[in-house]
Structures are given as structure tokens and as C-alpha cells.
């Protein structure tokens, strides 16, 4: 059985349509790929799928991440000049990450170091970044304002590798969150044309 109580492995499954309410789970088949080779992104695929397969994610809005050699959906760990080309035509200035198509370009320096904005550890910040954009992937967006409730935890679509604005550093999507992306209301990041 997978961890979602299927008894068919996700292979047999089939995503059910957007919008369309039923007992299974959105499969969303995806791959990691890792262009930067140093001991500080070593273990890079290992954090992100137990991120993505982590209980406290994405799986409570009834999506079933899973990772293959091959799929539609790519997470990328690459150096920022790399990462601007993977967010092109968004403006990624060689820092930050982004979601573009079927593609979650993840900042290899970001994944190294964090930034002076966050105030969390490491570990916690290379888990807010996948579960950032690849809520993104998922159709979620930013919130309107970042930190509804100072002193509390911050959404997990907020801008936390830039602003807190007075909320806590969160890895993890809050249940409002999970709420919303559970109806699944939004579409899936759109393939790229090959």
C-alpha cells in the first residue's frame, strides 16, 4: 500500500482531473536533478524527496509526489546562471529560484548557505525552499500579505528567503494552506512545448 492507503502503486494510478472531486489522490510524478557537485548539495535528491514525501507536506491537500528517473515534472539544483536560464523570462538575478513551466529551478547557493533573511536553520530552509516552489508547481501562489500574523508561523507560499515581516521561519504548508490546495481549484504547472 503507498503511504496515500492506495492499494495500487502510483504507476497504476491515474491523476484525476483538476476541479473534480474523488478518493484519489493527484499524482504529480516528478525527477530531481542535481547540475552542482559539492559536498554541501551531496545529499540534495535525499532532503528533497523526503521533503516531498514528508507527511507534514504537500500529501495533507491529497497529492501523491513521487519520484521517478523520468517524469514531467523536474527539480533542478543548479548554480544561479544556470537557474536564471531555467526562469527565463523571469528575472532571477543569479539569486533567487523559481517555478516555471514543469521546472522548479532550486539556487544552488541558496541551498548552501540560506540567507541572512531566514532565521531558521539550514535544514529547515532547504525544506521551506522545495516545498516553496513546488507549491508553485502545485497552482498555490504567493499570499497577499506575507505575514498575516506576526510571532506566528509564516505561510509557506510567503517570501520567506526575502521577508518575514515578523512571522516565524516554516517549512511546512500551514492548514490554511493545505485547505486551499486541497480543493484543487488550480491546474497543475503547464508542460513546456517539445
Same mark, same amino acid.
Given at each position: 500500500?503507498?503511504?496515500?492507503?492506495? +492499494?495500487?502503486? #502510483?504507476?497504476e494510478?491515474t491523476a484525476?482531473?483538476?476541479?473534480v472531486?474523488?478518493?484519489?489522490?493527484?499524482v504529480v510524478e516528478?525527477?530531481?536533478?542535481r547540475?552542482v557537485?559539492d +559536498?554541501?548539495? @551531496?545529499?540534495?535528491?535525499r532532503i528533497?524527496? @523526503?521533503?516531498?514525501?514528508?507527511?507534514?507536506?504537500?500529501q495533507?491537500a491529497?497529492f501523491?509526489?513521487?519520484?521517478?528517473?523520468? @517524469?514531467?515534472?523536474?527539480?533542478v539544483l543548479?548554480e544561479?546562471a544556470?537557474?536564471?536560464?531555467l526562469c527565463? /523570462?523571469?528575472?532571477t538575478r543569479?539569486?533567487?529560484?523559481?517555478?516555471?513551466? +514543469?521546472v522548479?529551478a532550486?539556487?544552488a547557493?541558496?541551498?548552501?548557505?540560506?540567507?541572512?533573511?531566514w532565521?531558521?536553520?539550514?535544514?529547515?530552509?532547504?525544506?521551506?525552499l522545495?516545498?516553496?516552489e513546488?507549491?508553485?508547481?502545485?497552482g498555490?501562489?504567493? /499570499?497577499?500579505t506575507?505575514? +498575516?500574523? /506576526?510571532?506566528? @508561523?509564516?505561510?509557506i507560499?510567503?517570501?520567506?528567503?526575502t521577508?518575514?515581516n515578523?512571522?516565524? *521561519?516554516?517549512?511546512w504548508?500551514? *492548514?490554511?494552506?493545505?485547505?486551499?490546495? #486541497?480543493?484543487? #481549484?488550480l491546474p497543475?504547472?503547464?508542460?513546456?512545448?517539445?
Open positions: 500500500m503507498s503511504r496515500t492507503g492506495s +492499494p495500487l502503486p #502510483a504507476e494510478r484525476k482531473t483538476i476541479g472531486r474523488d478518493d484519489k489522490p493527484v516528478y525527477m530531481l536533478i547540475k557537485h +559536498p554541501a548539495t @551531496a545529499r540534495f535528491a528533497a524527496e @523526503a521533503t516531498l514525501e514528508d507527511t507534514r507536506g504537500w495533507r491529497d501523491d509526489l513521487v519520484r521517478r528517473k523520468r @517524469a514531467r515534472f523536474k527539480v543548479a544561479g544556470s537557474v536564471d536560464r527565463f /523570462p523571469y528575472n543569479g539569486l533567487y529560484s523559481c517555478q516555471n513551466g +514543469p522548479v532550486l539556487n547557493d541558496r541551498w548552501r548557505t540560506g540567507t541572512s533573511e532565521t531558521g536553520t539550514l535544514a529547515g530552509y532547504r525544506r521551506m522545495v516545498n516553496h513546488v507549491g508553485h508547481l502545485l498555490q501562489h504567493h /499570499p497577499k506575507q505575514c +498575516p500574523e /506576526p510571532g506566528h @508561523a509564516a505561510p507560499m510567503a517570501q520567506q528567503s521577508e518575514l515578523g512571522c516565524l *521561519p516554516n517549512p504548508p500551514l *492548514p490554511h494552506e493545505i485547505r486551499r490546495a #486541497a480543493r484543487h #481549484a497543475l504547472a503547464p508542460p513546456f512545448e517539445e
